[in-house]
């Protein structure tokens, strides 16, 4: 003991003549930054996105860490531990135990040639407690092979070698630590943070070569939960090995404890590196330039008024048209005079509405007389003409080769809510498309099976009648998983709203997953409106109406939407049962900047509980979206059941930043602890926001970018 104290204090007076390269950050087996079971101070890079499993006698832990800044990690943990015995005064056998768990870990200081890195990190604050422990950590880097690290814990960080706790010379409260049991957890015991008994604990890394690394740690944790009759913990000195195998891929191996030999598996990426680099987008179209093209590269005959033409519009169309097909955009709407055009564009192509309309623009060069000097591209989503820019084709034509010449467009640009009725062209509509597609649908956390899926195929289809409606639906025929074999019930005292989902899964096959009529509306320039009816998810059928006010140059939109629905028989097919609510939420938007988002929706959930639901995600840029929410009802905690609370994890992983081809589609994935009845809301497609925001001006400054791309 009096060794490692000699070394945490060496690493905390250390100086270093020159600035050192700092060693990479590995994951500990709890899946945050970390030794082997203990944690050290470093972080990984900003946006590092890791999943862990490690497995050692009788404990396996699964974890999703993200780095959401520069200095705080957020992890989520579910384990699996075989010979559990509740609590140290539990007697008797253990019994194996499912267990979610959330980790916070906050880089105070980072490492510099002079000081150590300083973190302080919460294991478990919002589970069972099981992990529950806190600690203060420093680590610090000697050449650039060695790091050094020393720590201070509480709770399950105190249970060897433990001394009174320093944190009593500011109050007796600190001395005693409340004796923590295993309840439905979810909620966040700040009674006991930092409380009792303290530990120190620390390690050193070896980095032997750019890929394999050797640790050596000294553990504080006793593990007093975990029945000794399957793990035998014989010494607090643990050893490990890491491969580093590909890039993001890192293999372990730990002997443990004195008597247990462990695994460690972790793959992780950072959304902002794709692994195809900028995309494997096709050429952008040529900027036809007046000065240099000729009259027949530009339609043009010299001596005709060719916009009181009627043929010589139908040319311009016809050519405008084609350019933008030819380039993955679609023409809505088209209306031309001697010096300007207002052109309508829909973009199922492309991520960044601002490559969308950089591309447009280049189409247009070449698509229109030279006398027009004016371009207003306008975004339109599901009819609505949600954004314009106005470009001057000098601009376009002088800027193109400019250093920094997408920010000097820009500039230049006039962006704005787009006024104006829509002209869609004679054309346009009705339209239909549709397709098979597979389909995966997971499920998490049963007890019985912690892993379940099922996959198959859909149909999905669209048909648009006239502009602003859309008729959609969805019909799913699995084709083999094992999601109907989940036989656990709730016990739930809430209406079954969500907690039934079982039995959906089990009778639901084929399922009619969606079948709506939706009517998208404008009532005011900066106002959308949205109406749907029919069958709007899985498990409810009614109608849904929408208002969101969003102007185009403000990060902060409000909407607020009512619903009437009826609950779904569990066949997913056209019955109804008897249970019928009328729902709603007001909800904020805001932009926060530098990539994160926040929003709050308040209002009534679907088992007539009234609260907010308050989300906060990082954005990136290529689609990539990473979130947590967390919904607070009038519902107890007690009633509400195993969790205390409805939360979980968001993510949004888009399908171009994995193929490299220019496309729209996402995966979205929610990760919840526990599927409660309390503050379920409502499943609806095409939400406002949600539909409109990429084409704001936020967005587009955002993405600006990849005008010229």
């Known amino acids: 003991m ?9 690493i905390c007076c250390a100086s270093v003549a020159s600035a050192q390269q700092p060693m990479g950050v590995g994951y500990n087996t709890y899946g945050f930054p970390g030794l082997i079971d203990m944690p050290t101070a470093g972080v990984p890079e900003d946006g590092d996105l890791a999943f862990t499993t490690s497995w050692f006698q009788n404990n396996l832990r699964n974890t999703l860490t993200f780095q959401i800044t520069r200095r705080l990690s957020g992890s989520f943990r579910y384990s699996i531990i075989d010979g559990f015995k509740g609590n140290q005064a539990a007697p008797g ?14 880089q105070l200081l980072d490492e510099t040639a002079r000081r150590p890195a300083m973190a302080v990190g919460i294991n478990d604050f919002l589970g069972t407690g099981i992990y529950g422990g806190e600690y203060v950590v420093m680590s610090k880097t000697f050449g650039s092979r060695f790091r050094f690290t020393g720590g ?34 979810g909620q966040v015991e700040f009674n006991e943070l930092f409380r009792g008994p303290a530990a120190l604990f620390g390690g050193v890394e070896y980095q032997a070569t750019d890929r394999l690394r050797f640790t050596l740690e000294y553990s504080s944790d006793a593990y007093p939960f975990e029945s000794p009759s399957s793990f035998d913990r014989r010494s607090p000195v643990n050893v490990g090995v890491s491969y580093q195998w590909r890039p993001g891929t890192t293999v372990e191996a730990h002997y443990l404890y004195g008597s247990e030999l462990g695994i460690q598996l972790t793959f992780a990426l950072n959304p902002k590196y794709p692994p195809r680099g900028d995309g494997a987008d096709t050429a952008p179209p040529a900027v036809v330039n007046r000065a240099t093209a000729s009259a027949e590269q530009l339609g043009w005959r010299p001596g005709l008024d060719w916009a009181t033409s009627a043929q010589e519009v139908a040319g311009v169309e016809a050519r405008v048209r084609a350019g933008l097909e030819q380039t993955g955009l679609g023409l809505h709407g088209l209306s031309l005079t001697a010096t300007g ?16 309309v950089g591309r447009a623009a280049r189409v247009l060069t070449a698509a229109l007389p030279p006398s027009v000097e004016t371009f207003t591209i306008v975004v339109i989503k599901n009819g609505l003409a949600t954004t314009q820019v106005t470009l001057r084709r000098s601009d376009i034509e002088t800027l193109e080769f400019e250093f920094d010449n997408s920010w000097s467009v820009y500039a230049r640009a006039g962006i704005s809510s787009a006024d104006g009725a829509v002209m869609p062209l004679s054309d346009r509509y009705p339209r239909y498309s549709g397709g098979f597609e597979p389909y995966i649908s997971p499920s998490f956390f049963d007890p019985d099976n912690p892993v379940r899926a099922d996959f198959g195929v859909q149909y999905q289809a669209r048909f648009e009648p006239a502009q602003g409606w859309v008729v959609q639906g969805i019909v799913r025929k699995r084709l083999f998983g094992n999601l109907a074999d989940a036989t656990r019930r709730s016990d739930s005292v809430l209406p079954r709203v969500r907690s039934d989902f079982s039995l959906y899964d089990a009778e639901g096959d084929p399922a009619l997953m969606e079948l709506t009529v939706n009517r998208f509306f404008k009532p005011g320039r900066d106002v959308y409106g949205r109406f749907s009816a029919g069958y709007l998810e899985r498990m409810f059928a009614g109608v849904s109406g929408e208002l969101l006010w969003q102007r185009s140059d403000s990060d902060f939109a409000l909407g607020v939407e009512l619903n009437y629905v009826q609950q779904r028989d569990f066949d997913t097919r056209f019955g109804l049962r008897d249970y019928k609510i009328a729902t709603g939420h007001v909800s904020a938007y805001y932009d926060i900047g530098n990539g994160f988002f926040g929003q709050v929706d ?19 840029q290529n689609g990539w979206r990473v979130g947590a929410f967390a919904t607070f009802t009038d519902v107890s905690s007690a009633d509400f059941g195993e969790g205390s609370f409805d939360k979980g994890i968001l ?12 496309g729209r589609d996402n995966v979205n994935v929610t990760i919840r602890p526990t599927t409660r009845d309390g503050g379920a809301r409502l499943g609806v497609s095409n939400r406002l926001y949600e539909m409109i925001n990429d084409s704001q001006g936020t967005e587009l400054k955002d993405g600006w970018g990849r005008f010229w791309r």
Request: hydrophobic residues 40%.
């Open 602 to 620: 308040a209002g009534r959930y679907l088992a007539g509980d009234w609260g907010a639901t308050l989300t906060l995600e990082r954005r990136f």
């Open 93 to 106: 056998p253990g019994s194996e135990l499912f267990d979610r768990s959330f980790t916070l870990h906050y």
């Open 651 to 662: 993510l949004t992983i888009p399908i171009d930043w994995v193929s490299g081809q220019p």
């Open 2 to 10: 009096r060794r490692l104290a000699l070394a945490f204090g060496a």
């Open 341 to 356: 055009a207002r052109v309508e564009v829909e973009n199922e192509t492309y991520r960044q509405q601002a490559q969308a």
């Open 152 to 185: 201070m814990g509480w709770g399950r960080y105190a249970g060897v070698g433990s001394f009174k706790n320093p944190l009593s010379v500011f109050s007796d409260r600190f001395l005693t630590r409340p004796v923590g049991t295993t309840g439905p957890g």
